[in-house]
């Protein structure tokens, strides 16, 4: 547990995938200890409000504004969470924050700053689905946001080819529909059409939805911002209603 102190700090913290029972009690602490929660939306309405707690909730697209904020507010003394889903180091808070403290002034290198972990929605999705990531994997951000395309269909590419299990955040969107099918069309090259792909949809909500089906039969339909995607590489298999992939590749005894 961090203690109220006169000194201002930041802490970056995983607010897991959406079940509040799956929150760390060191992140139950700290937002206890804290007197400014920063976040994206969705996200801050999870902290219920409190006497001596500022909420500030903000867009997706500010994060660096978000980040550079929490710093600024930390450097008077106040004792600021930056709430992310799931894991904070994992396509979330945790590099805006220090990508901020890297731009901005030095004495902000005094802070106290520290990373909680979170349980990630990728692991929260293979816990649901068995062990699909049982053995070497990749987790790629399918959204072009912050990087081309063109190298998404790269690492998508060699991803597959070399043999990785994969988990694929934010796979579809409204604004880029047509990524997903493309995205679908070098899985099936790279994989094999036989390669188990796993839906999970609204992980530890009660309207969660779980869909397993091969790449041959996989539909950009079957995706959404909601929807956690793994695909297994071509060992992965199905044991009844879970799938897992076997902790071993190749000669194993080599």
Request: aromatic share 6%.
């Amino acid at each position: 547990m961090i203690a109220p102190s006169k000194n201002g700090w930041v802490v970056i913290a995983g607010l897991g995938p959406g079940n509040e029972a799956l929150v760390t009690q060191e992140v139950r602490d700290t937002i206890d200890a804290a007197t400014d929660i920063v976040g994206y939306i969705p996200y801050v309405k999870r902290i219920a409000p409190r006497d001596g707690l500022t909420l500030h909730a903000s867009d997706n697209r500010v994060e660096l504004d978000r980040a550079t904020h929490a710093l600024e507010m930390a450097a008077t003394g106040k004792r600021v969470v930056v709430v992310s889903s799931g894991d904070p180091g994992v396509f979330a808070m945790a590099s805006a924050v220090f990508e901020a403290l890297e731009a901005g002034p030095k004495d902000w290198l005094d802070l106290d700053i520290r990373v909680l972990p979170g349980i990630t929605a990728m692991l929260a999705a293979a816990a649901q689905i068995g062990a699909p990531l049982g053995h070497d994997f990749a987790a790629i951000n399918l959204s072009d946001n912050l990087k081309p395309w063109s190298l998404i269909e790269t690492r998508l590419r060699a991803a597959g080819e070399a043999g990785f299990a994969m988990a694929f955040y934010n796979p579809r969107s409204k604004s880029r529909p047509h990524q997903f099918a493309r995205a679908l069309e070098i899985l099936r090259d790279a994989c094999g059409g036989d390669t188990l792909i796993s839906f999970a949809r609204d992980v530890t909500k009660p309207t969660q939805q779980i869909n397993t089906v091969a790449l041959k039969h996989a539909t950009p339909e079957m995706a959404d911002m909601r929807t956690m995607v793994i695909v297994g590489n071509r060992d992965t298999r199905a044991i009844g209603r879970f799938v897992y992939t076997p902790r071993s590749a190749g000669d194993a005894t080599s």
